[in-house]
């Protein structure tokens, strides 16, 4: 009886190791990040949920996202464009050989500001739309030319030169004014769509980084329950050759035990999958793996959709670049319109008569005359692009609008999801594994009623990450059509 009973509080020892794993649930991590309690968005549309009191843990330095990395961008009411072209930050073509113990989200978006390449590309269409501009507003070149005639006569040299004749093309109606316009506002919209796609490269790097994080911490569960399943094997290997325990139970925990591994395994295997897709989106394929520093139980971010759709209306670069389509098709019927305005050209020149021995200037003027071609298909075309332009900028509208409803709804189920398991399911079933446990060491219950209680408390746990996972997913969403820079709260104050 001494016997049996020093092995049964050997295997509830081992076995209640686990409790205070799970007990920890998701807060455990490598690198925890301090909460924040003040993490707002502007204009109150973000508000940082309160959360239980947890104990600091140090993290170490981050890189963080410096100003000289903002993108700039012409304002879309602005008369002129700015003279100089917005240029984004230094773009190596190799991943600096620096040594990280681990990154952080600010660090991510620092590399990919210098790696991706379509912010470089568009950060180019940016000046060739700037270069376009200048062109559209330059005057035609003057032209020189030499001319003569009756060059010879048959009692001696003779004939009209004209040298130099100089012409000029004067354009009028204000048409280059107007073509220069347009090209500027041509320019505010290749701006206004570098900016989005910043946030767009973003979203992109903060979906990516969570997903990481999430493998992450299903390895550490998971690691966790492998090693105690191990130990509960070797325990129950012992109950048996005591005669203790039954055969059929260390079957059973051989199963756990093997199940535990491979879920390990394909753990460990989708977070190498969801860092190179991280790298990739980040546009640094080569960039080394690195642990990722963070935890997916910090401040939740909460979000009010009236107020989010009405920052998204006003800031959203998308639909600012829609309203600035209209102005620019308002300016190209402009000029459409005052194409039919006539050019003059004009000529002038020095001239030589030797058949008379006299010095004479030329004088030429000539205008089209526009009795025929009016421009009227052009100025037809460019009044029905106002009105396309007007309907661009509800199109726009809604379709954002749209992608926001759908991550609003997603966030919030995945927030009451995860509010449940972490207020009711994780309690219960913690509750659960120690009424077990409890009867196990009192002889009340075999040994597999508490591995089924852990396995309870392990797929609770699961569960509770996938749905911060969710969160946080439909969360980066939200905050990159919102045009959050500094996010999450607990990233920027960390």
Known sequence: MEGSRHCRMHAAAVLAAFLGVVAQGCAHSPARLGPNANATLPQSVSAAVPRPPQQERPSPPETRVTASQEVAFVSAVAPEPAEQIPSLPGTPRTVRQESHDSLGLPDLLRISLE??????????????????????????????????????????????????????????????????????????????????????????????????????????IYSELVGLATKATETTETLVKGRQAAPLDLVQIRVELNRFRAELDAARQERAAAWRRLAAAMGAPDLPDTPIQGALDSMWPDYDFDLAVARLLECHPDIRAARVGITRAQLALRRARVEAIPNVNFGAGYERNNVDDQDQWAFRASLPIPLFNRNQGNVQAASAEVGRAAAEVERVQNVLVGRLATAFGQYTAARERADRYRTSVLPDAQQAYQLALAAFQGGQFEYL??????????????????????????????????????????????
């Open 449 to 494: 009623r508490v591995l089924q209680a852990q396995r309870a408390v392990a797929e609770t746990n699961l569960e509770y990450v996938r749905a911060l996972t969710e969160l946080w997913l439909a969360a980066s969403d939200i905050a990159g059509l919102l045009l959050e820079e500094e996010w999450p709260a607990w990233e920027s104050k960390a």
């Open 115 to 220: 790696r991706n390449p379509e912010l470089r590309q568009a950060n180019f269409q940016v000046q060739a739309a700037a270069g376009r501009a200048v062109q559209a507003g330059l005057y035609p070149n003057p032209t020189v030319s030499v001319e003569g005639s009756e060059l010879g006569r048959r009692d001696g040299p003779g004939g009209f030169i004209t040298a130099p004749l100089v012409r000029q093309e004067i354009v009028t109606g204000g048409k280059l004014r107007l073509s220069r316009q347009v090209g500027q506002r041509e320019t505010d919209q290749a701006r206004l769509q570098l900016l989005g796609q910043r946030f767009a490269l973003y979203t992109a790097v903060r979906r990516g980084y969570f997903e990481v994080l999430a493998a992450q911490r299903r390895i550490e």
